[in-house]
């Protein structure tokens, strides 16, 4: 069973580190060590057996930390169980149907084998950074669509799997 976890993520309005928190303490729960890092602050990922990266979606594309991570680490992450989720529409969708990652995360998915990717809703609140989350905001379309019932359903299903893998 691996001991040690990364949950790495990309966030702009912080989010998304919400998300990753509440995946590390289910993680936790289930008697893993996990570290929870914005991916931009992560050195090398040699000590952790396994790892969670996510990211917010902005215009169609993983958040630039999210990206850049995946990009600096993929040999580590290719010989290590990777999970990925993505944060995003600012809507209901994410809790009703499954949403598929956006074409960047598609294909890091199959450079590194990734096992799975969940896309949960997103939250864009007032004083949010950024002129395109402004424009969203004064147009009505803010709001917290997270759910966290979900991410926590999710990830004690990573933890089930990484708690079974032979170690």
């Given amino acids: 069973m691996p001991s040690s976890v990364l949950v790495a993520y990309g966030t702009t309005n912080g989010s998304t580190a919400q998300i990753a928190e509440a995946v ?69 969708s994410a809790s009703e149907r499954d949403i598929p990652p956006v074409p960047g995360v598609k294909k890091a998915m199959t450079r590194l084998d990734a096992r799975e990717h969940v896309t949960f809703g997103g939250c864009l609140e007032e004083g949010a950074k950024g002129w395109v989350a402004r424009t969203i905001l004064r147009n009505g379309k803010g709001g917290d669509f997270r759910d966290f019932t979900a991410i926590e359903t999710w990830a004690a299903h990573v933890a089930d799997e990484l708690t079974h893998m032979s170690g």
Avoid: C, I, N
């Fill in 24 to 92: 590390a303490e289910v993680l936790r729960k289930d008697g893993l060590t996990v570290d929870v890092l914005p991916a931009q602050s992560v050195a090398s990922v040699a000590s952790y057996e396994a790892v969670v990266v996510g990211g917010g979606v902005y215009a169609g594309r993983w958040q630039k930390h999210a990206r850049r991570f995946v990009r600096q680490h993929s040999r580590a992450l290719a010989g290590r169980p990777l999970w990925m989720f993505s944060s995003g529409p600012l809507d209901a």
